[in-house]
């Protein structure tokens, strides 16, 4: 082996385990590594890093930001095509007037911000979303049933929720799709169990092989921009239904929850275009 | 299924990202804050880590590795740098903890990549010395000069058990050429 595999071998190694120098790093680039496969010198010190790793859960607001920046990292690279600038600009995209809606004020103000400044990105973003979790199906069935308590019904398991303490309810109203002005029903939601339901009538039946329904919770520890993911849902009955909520992150005061149609399958970050039910938590309720 | 992640994120499906980041957040963020020991300093770096990864993911080939262990190269690197800007160095407190810690695996422990555990058979085929080296500088994060410090180890002495213990445990592993790049164990 010669001086110069030498020095190569002892900067890949030295990188692999300690790092180099910027020198260090400018010698070894003016060295041919392509014999060493140089990433295997790193692959062998990332596998023995994993030992004895104590895996922890990231923080919910980390999550939160990651997402924040894989939107932001999304837009900046990938382009967008004219058909979805030209759903940014079509009515249905426009920001609707929801004060009919009972809210409080701040959430009017944030949530009127939030809608007018996420709108455009966001919807472009979303066309390159696909959601990560499989689509919740609600059957022939008015009320799903949720996978994680079998013993009661989603109806028997709400009763049984909200008589929990420390529960917060809201009442839900209209949204911004004129036809579904008759959307009535509410939510109620654990802090403690992290578990909660909505029951919602005048939902028409959504076409599923296009759209969804997908549920967003804006909880005082998310930044409006990123509200949690309380899952996909979709109506294929008439009626009153019962639909269990699966939160992604914590929700521990939740202030708002928003119910939006979205492409089949979900999106990871809303437009907010079509906003199919609105409940805001208000003081009394929570 | 978790294969698929990086390539998917590779073709801009951004869907894949919330999967990612539920699959190695937790990876990654350990990583941090055992390196970096400090909370704040590990946010910052996990950000940092995972915009790298969306930028990286296109290189991912599952045939060399895991996406575990392709994640957590990409988080070394960056923490690395990190260390190495901000000069931190592990505290004399916590040293005789580090000193201290069992050699001995869990099998949980060992089971987050299925190279993990093969790292570990790695180790175990290694010189004491070289093992003790390559514990203390890859999973405990200190310097050279550290572990000399530490152990009473030559400077030189603790270059070449790194430097051996991470060829051998490469060839362990299977990964690179190990024709060009074997050496005598001394």
């Keep these: 082996m010669d001086d110069k595999n030498e ?15 910027a020198e260090e790093t400018k010698q070894l680039a003016l060295l041919d590594t392509s014999g060493y496969d140089a990433d295997s010198f790193e692959m062998t010190a990332a596998a023995i890093g994993q030992l004895d790793l104590k895996i922890e859960r990231m923080p919910d607001h980390l999550f939160a930001k990651l997402m924040a920046d894989a939107d932001e990292h999304w837009a900046k690279n990938y382009s967008f095509d004219k058909a979805e600038s030209d759903v940014c600009g079509t009515p249905q995209r426009k920001i609707i007037e929801i004060a009919e809606t009972k809210t409080r004020g701040s959430f009017m103000d944030w949530f009127g911000w939030a809608v007018a400044a996420a709108a455009c990105i966001a919807l472009a973003v979303n066309i390159y979303s696909t959601r990560s979790q499989p689509l919740e199906i609600v059957k022939d069935n008015p009320t799903p049933t949720p996978t994680q308590v079998e013993k009661l019904d989603p109806q028997q398991q709400r009763l049984q929720l909200m008589n929990s303490p420390e529960v917060v309810k809201a009442d839900f109203g209209k949204g911004n799709v004129k036809e579904m002005a008759e959307v009535s029903g509410d939510v109620v939601w654990s802090p403690e169990k992290q578990a909660g339901y909505m029951r919602l009538k005048g939902l028409p039946k959504n076409d599923t092989a296009k759209q969804t329904y997908q549920l967003w919770i804006f909880d005082s520890s998310q930044s409006e921009k990123t509200p949690i993911d309380g899952g996909t849902f979709d109506i294929n009955s008439d009626g009153e239904v019962i639909v269990p909520i699966d939160a992604k992150l914590r929700a521990m005061t939740p202030a708002a ?24 938590v208000k003081p009394n309720q929570s | 299924m978790a294969q698929a992640i990086l390539k998917n994120i590779a073709d801009g499906d951004k869907g894949a990202v919330q999967e990612c980041l539920k699959t ?19 946010e910052d770096a996990v950000q940092e880590i995972f915009l790298d990864v969306w930028k990286n993911a296109a290189r991912f080939d599952p045939a060399q590795s895991s996406e575990t262990t392709f994640i957590a190269m990409i988080a070394r690197r960056r923490l690395i740098d990190r260390i190495r800007f901000s000069q931190r160095r592990i505290t004399t407190d916590s040293l005789e903890d580090v000193l201290a810690e069992p050699v001995d695996r869990s099998d949980k422990a060992m089971q987050i990549s299925l190279e993990a555990g093969e790292a570990a058979k790695a180790l175990e085929s290694l010189r004491p010395e070289q093992r003790q080296v390559l514990n203390l500088s890859i999973v405990q994060g200190m310097s050279h000069q550290e572990i000399s410090d530490a152990t009473g180890m030559p400077l030189g002495t603790v270059k070449t058990h790194a430097r051996r213990g991470i060829l051998q445990a490469r060839e362990f592993l299977g990964l690179g050429d190990s024709n060009s790049t074997k050496e005598v164990s001394v």
């Excluded at chain 1, 020095?7 to 120098?21: E, N």
């Excluded at chain 2, 190695?24 to 590990?42: E, P, T």
């Design chain 1, 7 to 21: 020095i190569m071998l002892d900067l890949l190694c030295k990188q692999a385990v300690y790092g180099l120098t």
């Design chain 1, 257 to 280: 929850f928003a119910v939006t149609i979205e492409k089949a399958g979900g999106v990871v970050v809303s437009d907010r275009g079509k906003i199919a039910a609105l409940a805001a």
């Design chain 2, 24 to 42: 190695y957040g937790g990876l990654v963020w350990s990583l941090a804050r055992r390196m970096l020991r400090n909370s704040d300093d590990a």
